[in-house]
């Protein structure tokens, strides 16, 4: 079936020192979400894309949807402790259908 | 306060015993939907249901049962649970199934033994 593959899987960064992380889709996609899940959290909304090529900026963070609306990327500048977590993508297909990526779980030492 | 409600939080149980998490969601949305969460494969859909009485399979639907009776509540249900449906599962709604947002639960981690 059709995957939103997610990489990396896991990422220890020092703090103040930039993350990215990235998902790719095998088919167009009809617009991507970003979440965010703290560790023994739940997943929480951040952001939605549409359009191709679409920036989206939230402080520190920066999304990215692709021209071809088939990958997208999350962006951190500068990562402190409250960072922490997991980030998952969640690609739209064109049936309405949403797929989640296997979320990178970001580590920031202090 | 607008939320997605799942209990149990927590469960370990045996083998074969049948067992219900509910999920009640007070945001009037259409759209409800069960994750399990595993590590390395982040959330995979088990059942979701567009409306009242429409529900339809995820992509791991084996070994679960989902009813929609109201509009409010979406129950999970593990008829015979065996150990390999060990997980931490989500609950989440959403007003739009094309490009609303999912509103999580909080999550119910099960143990089956």
């Known amino acids: 079936g059709q995957q939103v593959m997610q990489i990396p899987q896991y990422q220890h960064v020092q703090e103040g020192e930039d993350f990215t992380t990235y998902c790719n889709s095998s088919?167009?996609?009809?617009?991507i979400q970003w979440y965010k899940q703290r560790p023994g959290g739940h997943p929480v909304f951040l952001i939605q894309?549409?359009?191709?090529?679409e920036v989206k900026k939230q402080k520190r963070l920066t999304f990215q949807f692709g021209e071809a609306k088939k990958n997208s990327s999350l962006h951190i500048t500068a990562t402190q402790t409250t960072d922490v977590g997991t980030y998952f993508c969640?690609?739209?297909?064109?049936?309405?259908?949403?797929?989640f990526g296997q979320g990178t779980e970001l580590s920031v030492k202090p | 306060e607008a939320q997605v409600t799942q209990n149990p939080r927590y469960l370990i149980t045996v083998t074969g015993k049948k067992l219900t998490v509910t999920c009640s969601q007070n945001?009037?949305?259409?759209?409800m939907s069960w994750y399990r969460q595993d590590p390395g494969l982040g959330l995979r859909q088990i059942y979701y249901?567009?409306?009242?009485?429409?529900?339809d399979k995820g992509d791991v639907p084996e070994g679960y049962k989902v009813s929609r009776k109201e509009k409010r509540n979406f129950p999970l249900i593990l008829e015979s649970p065996s150990p390999n449906q060990t997980s931490l599962y989500f609950c989440a709604s959403s007003g739009d199934r094309a490009y609303q947002p999912q509103h999580f639960g909080d999550g119910t981690r099960l143990s089956i033994l």
């Open positions: 088919t167009t996609l009809s617009n």
């Open positions: 249901s567009m409306n009242v009485e429409v529900t």
């Open positions: 894309l549409v359009k191709s090529g």
């Open positions: 969640a690609g739209r297909n064109q049936g309405g259908k949403l797929i």
């Open positions: 945001m009037n949305h259409e759209y």
